[in-house]
Structures are given as C-alpha cells and as structure tokens.
C-alpha cells in the first residue's frame, strides 16, 4: 500500500507553492532555506542534512530552495497531499515547520521571524564602543577592524535581560532597541 501511495502521489497534479518569510514589522527576510516534503514519508533528522525517509525505500515529494530578496521562495507541489513545510536561517530565523494540505490552486504559506539585532563592540582607549547593525541587511557589515561580537548583555526597562549569541545577535520584538536601558559587559562600566 505504501508504494501505491507513493506513485498516487507522483501522479497527483502540482500546484504552485509560494512561501512567504518576514519579520514581526513586515520585512522581508532573504536566504532563509525552505524545504517542503510529503508529511507522510519523511522526518527531521538534522537540518544540516538531507531530510531522512523514514522505513526502507521511503520515497515521496521532496523540493528545497531560499528565499530571494524579497523573502519568497516558490516551490511546484502536489495537491491533496499532507506536506510539511520548514523553514530556517542560521542567524535570523529559528527553526519552524508546520503541516498543510493544498487544495485550491495556489497556496501561500507565511513564516514570522522575530526581530534580530546584531551587535559589535570595539575597544577605544579607555571605552567600550557597541554598535549595532540589522544583520538581515547584511550579516557582515563594514565596521572598525578590530571589532568582534557583543559579549555583553542587555537589560530592558522591564528589567529583562537580553544575553546576545556567539555571533552577537539578540532576538525579539520590534520595539525591543526601544525597550533597551543598561548595555552591560564584563569588566566595563556603563
């Protein structure tokens, strides 16, 4: 039955597909990869590696591409067929996946990123000078040579504490630059 399902499914006419990834205020995010596949063969094994079939000989639809500059990437899919859908961005978009059935004759599916601010500190003389850059712009922007990612952490009004990642990055909503009060880090004062 398995592989009846399996040639039902190749033989199934193909829809457009177009999946959508933006942040909170609306902005596009360009490069995230996206992956979409039939739900009912294949698992998450490890997102650096090829989505992993599940039994001997598994087969299925299986298409991955990346969003372009406008945060879009389209995709040729089977109609009337459970997919699951992932997307992900190393820096600016954690993993997310959820499961659909196409039906009608495009679909559109929209992934929410939150907002990512990328920080870099430098030391000058006596001080410690953070910048901080939007990394879905560019994630290696032209700053001072001598600068490396925000080891510090942030502390909101709220009195939340906001502990950037290896690359310096801080994930939240898009008021959080407007939430900031304290810019902290070890062995400099404020």
């Not at 457009?16 to 609306?26: A, F, M, N, S, Y």
């Not at 879009?72 to 190393?90: D, G, N, Q, T």
């Not at 942030?154 to 810019?183: A, N």
Request: proline letters at 6%; glycine letters at 8%.
């Amino acid at each position: 039955s398995e592989a009846v399902l399996r040639r039902l499914v190749t033989a199934l006419p193909r829809i457009p597909l177009r999946v959508l990834v933006r942040t909170e205020d609306g902005l596009p995010i360009p490069g995230v990869e996206v992956k979409a596949a039939t739900a009912l063969v294949l698992k998450r094994k490890d997102w650096s590696t090829q989505a992993e079939a599940e039994g001997e000989g598994a087969g299925g639809i299986h298409v991955a591409g990346r969003t372009n500059a406008e945060g879009i990437c389209r995709f040729s899919v089977p109609v009337c067929v459970p997919l699951k859908v992932e997307a992900e961005h190393e820096v600016l978009l954690g993993y997310q996946e959820r499961e659909v059935l196409l039906t009608s004759f495009s679909a559109r599916e929209e992934f929410i990123a939150e907002n990512t601010l990328q920080l870099w500190q430098v030391e000058d003389g006596k001080e410690l000078v953070v910048f901080c850059s939007s990394p879905r712009s560019n994630l290696r922007p032209l700053l001072p040579g001598a600068c490396e990612p925000f080891a510090g952490f942030l502390q909101g009004r709220s009195k939340k504490e906001y502990r950037p990642d290896d690359r310096g990055c801080v994930r939240g909503t898009p008021k959080l630059l407007k939430d900031i009060r304290t810019v902290a880090c070890m062995g400099w004062r404020s």
